[in-house]
């Protein structure tokens, strides 16, 4: 029988584990690795600086693959809601795998390459995700899982005057656009992406070169390390959606708000005649972004109730908003509650927390369009 100090010990690393030690991280378990959590002047000070300068992360536990050869886009396509017959290279999609039963596997990033695609899942997912996708795809193209390379964020209004200092082709990246450079002359793939609804950049670089890289990335002024818990705070505020919260595979993607992922026409894909009654019908629940109206913060889990002691949904994610100053949440309602100023209550142990539906994002995205 394993005990908690072995499990801890099996977990894997980054190639910036030791980094992190140096910078002064908490480290905790996260899908299956050690991560950090937070450094040592703490969550707070972490979000306020991605979102007045520029932000670190080290996403590297995330998982990437190729898939090549001529039939690597339309074979793809028909496991996902969206078009992307039509990208050009270097051009990205944000998209969804789905299950037979309308629910979301995984969200994912597409990027389109000269031989076929580049696709980035969650770490939670990736060894379902791919073999899934191999199972579909491996007769049609070649199928590579990537394990050697690093991948990073650079996040904040500060983020394209560092990318500028390094690589200039980088810097010039519209939103979901991607380009191989060089950064000091170490090779990288960089997209101008990110998950914090801040301009920024995910930068892959071969491990060997990955702590390097991020020694001096987080010597320029403005750049601090941030770990998992302001960047789970970060993406809630602007209402994007994680894995195992707002998306599962029993949410689909109609219920999450995804509606806008869908090339039209397309009913070829897994789950399609669920998720597309749902278009045409509307779903019974939907996500929905909720301000708290008290000190007290609502988390996952939390039952929501109607003014008359009703359930009505229940919270997927939710959390202190520190640009904003209160908590804030995000939750899965029945639709009839889901209207704009709704006042309807979270309840938290013993007490029934007001809470009002609100528009998302809560804080305005700044990516560079």
């Not at 101008?192 to 991020?214: H, K, P």
């Not at 990335?217 to 705070?233: Q, S, Y």
């Not at 669920?274 to 939907?286: M, N, S, T, V, Y």
Request: with cysteine.
């Amino acid at each position: 029988m394993f005990t908690h100090q072995d499990k801890y010990f099996m977990l894997k690393q980054t190639p910036l584990y030791n980094l992190h030690l140096e910078l002064g991280a908490k480290m905790v378990p996260f899908s299956g690795y050690l991560l950090p959590v937070q450094y040592g002047k703490g969550t707070l000070h972490e979000h306020q600086h991605c979102r007045n300068y520029a932000g670190f992360f080290d996403i590297s536990h995330m998982g990437q693959c190729l898939v090549l050869g001529n039939d690597a886009v339309s074979g793809l396509e028909k496991l996902i809601p969206s078009n992307i017959s039509g990208l050009k290279v270097g051009e990205q999609k944000y998209t969804i795998l789905t299950n037979n039963n309308g629910g979301i596997m995984d969200d994912i990033v597409i990027t389109r390459i000269e031989s076929g695609v580049m696709i980035i899942v969650n770490a939670a997912c990736k060894d379902k995700d791919f073999k899934y996708l191999y199972s579909h795809l491996s007769g049609l193209c070649c199928f590579n899982e990537l394990t050697g390379q690093s991948l990073f964020a650079l996040q904040g209004p500060a983020a394209a005057s560092v990318m500028k200092k390094f690589s200039e082709q980088a810097a010039k990246l519209s939103f979901m656009h991607a380009c191989g450079t060089y950064i000091n002359d170490i090779k990288c793939n960089v997209s101008r992406s990110g998950y914090t609804g801040e301009d920024g950049f995910e930068i892959l670089v071969d491990n060997y070169y990955a702590e390097q890289l991020a020694r001096l990335l987080l010597a320029e002024d403005g750049v601090e390390p941030i770990g998992l818990a302001a960047r789970d705070t970060l993406r809630l505020e602007a209402g994007l959606c994680l894995y195992g919260h707002e998306i599962s595979e029993s949410i689909t993607p109609v219920e999450a708000g995804l509606q806008w992922l869908f090339k039209r026409s397309h009913n070829q894909f897994p789950g399609a005649d669920i998720i597309l009654a749902q278009l045409q019908q509307g779903p019974e629940k939907i996500r929905a972004g909720l301000l708290v109206n008290s000190k007290m913060p609502v988390r996952q889990g939390s039952v929501i109730y109607n003014s008359e002691d009703v359930a009505v949904g229940y919270v997927t994610s939710g959390s202190f908003s520190p640009s904003l100053g209160q908590p804030i949440a995000m939750a899965l309602l029945d639709r009839s509650f889901t209207n704009v100023g709704s006042m309807l209550y979270a309840k938290v142990r013993d007490h029934h927390i007001p809470v009002t539906v609100t528009p998302m994002p809560f804080i305005p995205h700044r990516y560079h369009r």
